[in-house]
């Protein structure tokens, strides 16, 4: 096994309102302490089916330059597939746990996909209180099924399902933050590698925690992809970075959380932001989410734009291959 599992660590008894030590952050991070208390953060809300063009643009722009973060309503997705895309994902989290091994990354495995518990190397070596299941859900080429569930059953069915919902849903929003930066619709997806575009699927598990306010489930990130398109459960836990403090992200049933991710960053030649933004865990509940990354093809080259570019407003990113900037950022090197 690669590691201990944390929903294990969760479920032992003699844990009595403690975490092991590894799990407890440094006082700079402790949620208790960083966190404005009784404020939720309105990230933008906007509606996908709202008719005026431009003024969705316009607003889907303002989101992405000052925040890196909104929520979408409208957006085609069935709630009841969104549903069922939760309770299965739950499913395979409440399997055995010799079960859920048989699809864990194998030892020294170079990727991510596969049951896990450790993501990125982390300072003095914290761990974040959370076990995740990676898995690729398009272009078909890219899919490697032995790192699906196969339990449950319906499991497979309901996330191809899920990926073909999503795809016009990512066309739009991708096409948005183009011509919001007075781009061709298509510019931003052929930056990113067109119709290779690669959809990786995670699910974040969160157990209970007896020291919520001592934990992180994931810590202070941005996200690597282009964007990320995130379903969460009904359970707090998203915090966002603003204005030098910690906020929560208020929770709206079947909404979409999107990420500006570092990709479209680096496209935008810095315009869009890059959300900065962690996960706090419960002390009675479980907490789970469903992110959807967009990621280039690996190897793929993103870089800025060349439209963006000029004397005044020169390249301030390198252009490199999507797998050299993952490489360097899990193991934390300069980009």
Avoid at 28 to 53: F, R
Wanted: a negative charge; aromatic letters at 10%; proline letters at 8%.
């Amino acid at each position: 096994m690669e590691v201990e599992r944390v929903q294990e660590i969760a479920s032992l008894s003699n844990l009595k309102g403690t975490i092991p030590r590894e799990f407890i952050r440094l006082e700079n991070e402790q949620p208790a302490t960083t966190t404005i208390q009784g404020v939720v953060l309105e990230v933008p809300v906007i509606d996908l089916s709202n008719l005026d063009h431009q003024s969705l643009v316009a607003s889907i722009s303002e989101a992405s330059k000052s925040w890196g973060i909104f929520q979408v309503v409208n957006h085609g997705i069935p709630s009841e597939l969104i549903s069922e895309l939760q309770k299965v994902g739950k499913e395979f989290f409440e399997l055995p746990q010799e079960e859920k091994e048989v699809i864990a990354k194998p030892i020294g495995y170079q990727g991510v996909e596969g049951y896990g518990t450790k993501l990125r190397k982390e300072v003095e070596g914290k761990k974040g209180w959370v076990d995740h299941l990676f898995h690729r859900v398009w272009p078909p080429s890219t899919i490697n099924y032995h790192f699906w569930p196969k339990n449950p059953p319906s499991y497979r069915e309901i996330n191809e399902q899920y990926a073909q919902s999503m795809i016009p849903v990512a066309d739009k929003l991708l096409g948005l933050l183009s011509q919001g930066l007075g781009l061709e619709h298509g510019d931003m997806k052929q930056g990113l590698g067109g119709e290779d575009l690669t959809y990786m699927l995670k699910i974040n598990y969160y157990p209970p925690c007896p020291c919520p306010e001592l934990a992180l489930g994931v810590a202070p990130h941005t996200d690597m992809s282009s964007i990320t398109i995130l379903v969460p459960n009904e359970v707090q836990g998203l915090q966002v970075f603003k204005d030098d403090h910690w906020y929560d992200v208020a929770y709206i049933p079947n909404a979409l959380i999107i990420h500006i991710g570092d990709q479209i960053e680096i496209l935008s030649n810095g315009k869009y932001k890059s959300v900065y933004h962690r996960t706090t865990v419960n002390k009675e509940k479980t907490r789970m989410s469903w992110p959807m990354f967009l990621e280039p093809p690996p190897e793929f080259e993103v870089g800025p734009i060349p439209k963006l570019i000029t004397q005044e407003n020169p390249a301030k990113y390198k252009t490199k291959k999507f797998k050299d900037y993952v490489y360097c950022k899990l193991n934390k090197l300069p980009q």
